[in-house]
């Protein structure tokens, strides 16, 4: 247990949706990063967030946005939801926002969309 | 440029033999390489990393190897045994700060 935690576990829901994915860090962990686990693309970074603000973007899709509030947890919104959007959604945490900063990983929430 | 190639995509290997997974990076300004495995199922977990500033670094069965000049770093693990069975990913930061580029993956089959 990496003491990251991540809610739902599974999701299925359908096309043109929007979801909310919710990430808890470690315990004094500032840094929240999200990524996309599918089986094509490999993992691929989204977004960080740093203590509230956003510090670094990846392939983020404009359909997609997060957040991170002042009690330090994540969320990741997806809407108009496509048949491609169906992957692994992983958040992790680290103590600070340095790309060196050990990274760890929450089990995922894995999306359907049907 | 953010590209980082890992090869090969899938490796089996009998227990007690020798892995070896090799990245290539193209960014000559990356600095960190850290790589993590990943069991079916599981999260990713970083298992070893290296700066640009050392060649190796090993960690008992595992060890990480950087050619800064060819634009390279492999992990090898030695004494292969069954638990080893999991997909491995390297990753670099090209000229980011904040954010790493993983590759492709390799899946990895310690067979007994």
């Known amino acids: 247990d990496s003491g990251v935690t991540q809610t739902p576990k599974h999701l299925i829901t359908a096309t043109g949706q929007r979801v909310t994915l919710r990430c808890s860090p470690r315990?004094?962990?500032?840094?929240v990063y999200w990524y996309q686990q599918s089986l094509d693309q490999g993992l691929q970074f989204l977004i960080q967030?740093?203590?509230?603000?956003?510090?670094a973007k990846g392939n983020i899709l404009e359909r997609f946005s997060a957040q991170q509030f002042p009690d330090l947890h994540s969320e990741l919104n997806l809407s108009s939801l496509e048949l491609g959007d169906s992957a692994l959604y992983f958040c992790?945490?680290?103590?600070?926002?340095?790309?060196?900063?050990?990274?760890?990983f929450g089990p995922g929430t894995r999306l359907l969309v049907l | 440029g953010e590209n980082v190639e890992q090869h090969p995509s899938t490796l089996s290997v009998q227990e007690g033999d020798s892995a070896v997974i090799k990245c290539t990076y193209s960014d000559s300004a990356s600095n960190y390489f850290p790589w993590y495995k990943q069991e079916l199922g599981k999260r990713p977990q970083l298992i070893i990393d290296?700066?640009?500033?050392?060649g190796e670094k090993k960690d008992q069965r595992i060890a990480v190897t950087l050619n800064k000049t060819a634009k390279h770093f492999s992990l090898h693990i030695t004494e292969t045994q069954p638990e080893d069975s999991a997909v491995y990913f390297c990753?670099?930061?090209?000229?980011?700060?904040?954010?790493?580029?993983f590759g492709k993956g390799t899946l990895l089959t310690v067979n007994p």
């Open positions: 290296i700066r640009s500033n050392v």
């Open positions: 990753a670099e930061p090209g000229g980011s700060n904040y954010k790493l580029t």
């Open positions: 315990s004094g962990d500032l840094s």
């Open positions: 967030y740093y203590n509230g603000e956003e510090r």
């Open positions: 992790a945490s680290s103590v600070a926002s340095g790309v060196r900063e050990t990274q760890y």
